[in-house]
């Protein structure tokens, strides 16, 4: 997918748009600008090993996907060489047809005043759509130990986890909940405390569980450490792990977590910006039309053994 926005006083909105579609119908690919974007690409490409920041996500994402999955593709220097103006404008007219475009809208403007300027816009486009075919045959390495060797590093970053589920799993809430109190709420949650704040060990550490709409998403603990500490950060990860599983969480970490989701909740329908972002967004990943509308009920109805129960 890809997206564009603009900011624009009320009075300017004709111009605004006029400007806006200017772009996707009178492109001009720049040689001079292109270049310059090419050789930005290849130097981002020369120096992707210089930093463990880039190296490990790389690395993780190839061992838990596939190193051939779609997301993992990398671009050569052959490819990026190759790009010319007249590939990118027959991207162009492949892609941004008015079939293919979602629109939101928030702000001072009158509703059928801003359709019809919409619609005068959109008949500048060409009527073709493109259909997503959204490959979904993850194919994540055996479990085991990998890791990637830099010399001149003094700390180390580390990943555990596993392939995770998708946003459709009737336990997708109950997952959210308990990732909360294991590793994804900050300060308040057991990886965080026990790795960062009593131990000292690592600046950052915590836990991730997404849900992907089209393929399974993933599990991820996470932290970096010092090369010294990283066995004894290992090992209290796995134990935090073990004790979920193992032993029911309090009652106040289930009230916490769960609060912490209504409090992501109110942020998405803070202001009209992002209301209009949300809804287009959903429309575009097709999400179900009554998802945030029984969120609060969902995340609500997530008890203790739920928690025990998902994480085991």
């Keep these: 997918s890809s997206s564009a926005s603009l900011d624009t006083l009320s009075n300017n909105l004709d111009e605004s748009l006029d400007l806006?579609?200017?772009?996707?119908?009178?492109?001009?690919?720049?040689?001079?600008?292109?270049?310059?974007?090419?050789?930005?690409?290849?130097?981002?490409?020369?120096?992707?090993?210089?930093?463990?920041?880039?190296?490990?996500?790389?690395v993780w994402a190839e061992l838990i996907r596939g190193e051939n999955f779609y997301t993992n593709h990398m671009a050569t220097e052959t490819q990026i060489q190759a790009i010319d103006e007249i590939g990118m404008k027959n991207f162009v007219d492949q892609v941004f047809g008015s079939g293919q475009l979602l629109i939101?809208?928030?702000?001072?403007?009158?509703?059928?005043?801003?359709?019809?300027?919409?619609?005068?816009?959109?008949?500048?486009?060409?009527?073709?759509?493109?259909?997503?075919?959204?490959?979904?045959?993850?194919?994540?390495q055996a479990p085991g130990l990998y890791g990637v060797d830099k010399d001149d590093v003094t700390q180390t970053r580390v990943t555990i986890g596993h392939p995770g589920t998708k946003r459709d799993n009737p336990d997708y809430y109950a997952i959210q909940v308990m990732n909360d109190i294991l590793g994804g709420g900050g300060f308040t949650s057991r990886i965080t405390k026990r790795v960062r704040s009593d131990e000292g060990l690592a600046y950052s550490a915590g836990s991730r569980y997404s849900a992907g709409r089209y393929f399974d998403g993933q599990f991820r603990a996470y932290f970096q450490s010092k090369n010294p500490s990283v066995a004894q950060a290992t090992a209290i990860v796995l134990e935090e792990i073990e004790k979920i599983q193992n032993n029911p969480v309090s009652e106040k970490e289930l009230q916490t977590a769960?609060?912490?989701?209504?409090?992501?909740?109110?942020?998405?329908?803070s202001n009209p910006q992002g209301k209009a972002n949300r809804f287009v967004t959903d429309d575009l990943n097709n999400e179900a039309a009554d998802y945030w509308k029984n969120f609060e009920g969902k995340i609500r109805a997530v008890t203790i053994e739920d928690v025990q129960r998902v994480a085991k």
């Design 20 to 58: 806006m579609f200017d772009m996707l119908t009178e492109t001009r690919f720049d040689a001079e600008r292109l270049q310059i974007n090419k050789d930005k690409a290849l130097e981002s490409m020369r120096r992707r090993n210089d930093d463990t920041r880039t190296i490990e996500p790389r």
């Design 258 to 269: 769960q609060e912490a989701q209504m409090t992501f909740l109110a942020e998405l329908y």
């Design 104 to 140: 939101s809208v928030s702000g001072a403007v009158d509703k059928t005043s801003v359709v019809e300027k919409l619609n005068k816009q959109l008949a500048r486009l060409p009527e073709k759509s493109v259909e997503r075919r959204i490959p979904a045959d993850l194919k994540p």
